[in-house]
Nanobody
């Protein structure tokens, strides 16, 4: 089992920045591919960013490329999402996810999910 807890969400003005964290506990964090997804009100959950178990591969949704950066700190068992130049359309609940595959990418079949953290971007 892997337990995931997101933090760092909040209210920010358009153009601002936030850094989300996802703390992992349980099985060996370093052996898991990780991802961030988000869900806006009335919409389906969508892919945001992913990172391989090694940290050597990343992928991003087109809507966040150049603005968001995914990273991981294996020593701290923590996944991060640095979000810059935020837009109102970035508003939603952000979830981190983990999977035993080396790299899951945008496919949503991650094995473990956190409870989410709310991000609200005001215009």
């Amino acid at each position: 089992q892997v337990q995931l807890v997101e933090s760092g969400g909040g209210l920010v003005q358009a153009g601002g920045s936030l850094k989300l964290s996802c703390s992992a506990s349980g099985r060996t964090f370093s052996n898991y591919a990780m991802g961030w997804f988000r869900q806006a009100p009335g919409k389906e959950r969508e892919f945001v960013a992913a990172i391989s178990w090694s940290g050597g591969s990343t992928s991003y949704a087109d809507s966040v490329k150049g603005r968001f950066t995914i990273s991981r700190d294996k020593a701290k068992n923590t996944l991060y999402l640095q979000m810059n130049s935020l837009k109102p359309e970035d508003t939603g609940v952000y979830y981190c996810a983990a999977d035993r595959a080396p790299f899951r990418g945008p496919r949503p079949e991650y094995e473990y999910w956190g409870q989410g953290t709310q991000v609200t971007v005001s215009s």
